[in-house]
DNA sequence: TTCCAGGCGTATC
DNA sequence: GATACGCATGGA
């Protein structure tokens, strides 16, 4: 990663980074494509339109500054992982080969918590169009993705406008038990990956999968790997037999390709 | 009209 | 512990 300040945006040259890859690939529902080559989006309070000049490793940020960029963006994009030797660790499977290949330029984003947990809890038995329209709603609400401080009032009925079903009386109940102290998320960032699941699973409306997507994207926990209907398909097509041994440690990443690569497939296959 | 979507709670065995 | 079913909403 090297970078360099071009009048109000920073111009950035980053190998293994694509952003249709990595912003479109179902990790994140508030980056929307404005172009061809440009997405604009959000991280807790501060927004960003990003574009890449033309397919290559150029990027630029539009309209920030060196000290955001390196204290906010560089992290929130995971700049500092070396995904190239990532891929090669994977790439020993001939499956996760083409996966990485497919998708080359997918980077895990390290997203907040809160964000991750009431995204997925919204997630549930639902396509993503809709997962993003719900959030859409939220955040024009509110200017912005709420806090689970700012939604301490919510209630089913005041969530309506959201259209979200179900989903909503269980996003009260993690709002209150974030609120209350019962879900600690200082806690779970140092708590093994199980007892870390088990304690989001208290949340109603909190299963094994949507705990480990809160996990993986909100917690960086990239031994967490979430089974969604998709990923059965990979499991019962291609691993029968459970993953490979190259994927010890980076099942999250190893999902996300795989994720996105069977997506991709043909239903007839 | 029916089926499905980055699942989970509940009932039942 | 496993399996079956309902669930809000909206697009295909």
């Given at each position: 990663?090297?970078?360099?300040?071009d009048?109000?945006?920073?111009?950035?040259?980053?190998?293994?980074?694509?952003?249709?890859?990595?912003?479109?690939?179902?990790?994140?529902?508030?980056?929307?494509?404005?172009?061809?080559?440009?997405?604009?989006?959000?991280?807790?309070?501060?927004?960003?339109?990003?574009?890449?000049?033309?397919?290559?490793?150029?990027?630029?940020?539009?309209?920030?500054?060196?000290?955001?960029?390196?204290?906010?963006?560089?992290?929130?994009?995971?700049?500092?992982?070396?995904?190239?030797?990532?891929?090669?660790?994977?790439?020993?499977?001939?499956?996760?080969?083409?996966?990485?290949?497919?998708?080359?330029?997918?980077?895990?984003?390290?997203?907040?918590?809160?964000?991750?947990?009431?995204?997925?809890?919204?997630?549930?038995?639902?396509?993503?169009?809709?997962?993003?329209?719900?959030?859409?709603?939220?955040?024009e609400?509110?200017?912005?993705?709420?806090?689970?401080?700012?939604?301490?009032?919510?209630?089913?009925?005041?969530?309506?406008?959201?259209?979200s079903?179900?989903?909503?009386?269980?996003?009260?109940?993690?709002?209150?038990?974030?609120?209350?102290?019962?879900?600690?998320?200082?806690?779970?960032?140092?708590?093994?990956?199980?007892?870390?699941?088990?304690i989001?699973?208290?949340?109603?409306?909190?299963?094994?999968?949507?705990?480990?997507?809160?996990l993986?994207?909100?917690?960086y926990r990239?031994?967490?790997f979430?089974?969604?209907?998709?990923?059965?398909?990979?499991?019962?097509?291609?691993?029968p037999?459970?993953?490979?041994?190259?994927?010890?440690?980076?099942?999250?990443?190893?999902?996300?390709?795989?994720?996105?690569?069977?997506?991709?497939?043909?239903?007839?296959?």
């Amino acid at each position: 990663m090297d970078y360099k300040i071009d009048g109000k945006d920073i111009l950035l040259h980053q190998a293994d980074f694509a952003l249709d890859d990595t912003l479109d690939c179902g990790q994140a529902f508030r980056w929307e494509k404005v172009s061809e080559n440009a997405y604009h989006g959000a991280f807790l309070n501060k927004q960003l339109t990003i574009s890449c000049e033309n397919g290559s490793d150029l990027f630029r940020l539009h309209n920030t500054t060196e000290s955001d960029f390196l204290n906010v963006w560089k992290d929130y994009l995971d700049l500092d992982t070396d995904y190239a030797e990532i891929k090669r660790r994977l790439s020993e499977d001939e499956t996760l080969s083409k996966a990485c290949a497919f998708a080359g330029g997918i980077r895990i984003l390290k997203q907040d918590s809160w964000e991750a947990l009431s995204s997925f809890i919204i997630s549930q038995n639902n396509n993503i169009p809709r997962i993003k329209g719900i959030i859409g709603r939220l955040c024009e609400h509110y200017g912005g993705y709420p806090s689970a401080e700012q939604m301490k009032d919510e209630t089913v009925e005041s969530l309506s406008y959201l259209r979200s079903g179900f989903r909503a009386k269980y996003l009260v109940d993690a709002i209150s038990k974030v609120l209350s102290g019962e879900i600690d998320f200082k806690a779970i960032r140092s708590l093994p990956l199980d007892e870390a699941r088990n304690i989001l699973m208290t949340i109603k409306g909190v299963g094994p999968k949507v705990a480990d997507c809160a996990l993986l994207f909100g917690f960086y926990r990239l031994d967490a790997f979430p089974k969604d209907v998709w990923v059965k398909r990979v499991l019962s097509l291609w691993y029968p037999g459970g993953l490979p041994a190259c994927t010890k440690g980076l099942e999250g990443i190893a999902q996300q390709y795989l994720f996105h690569y069977i997506r991709s497939q043909k239903p007839a296959e």
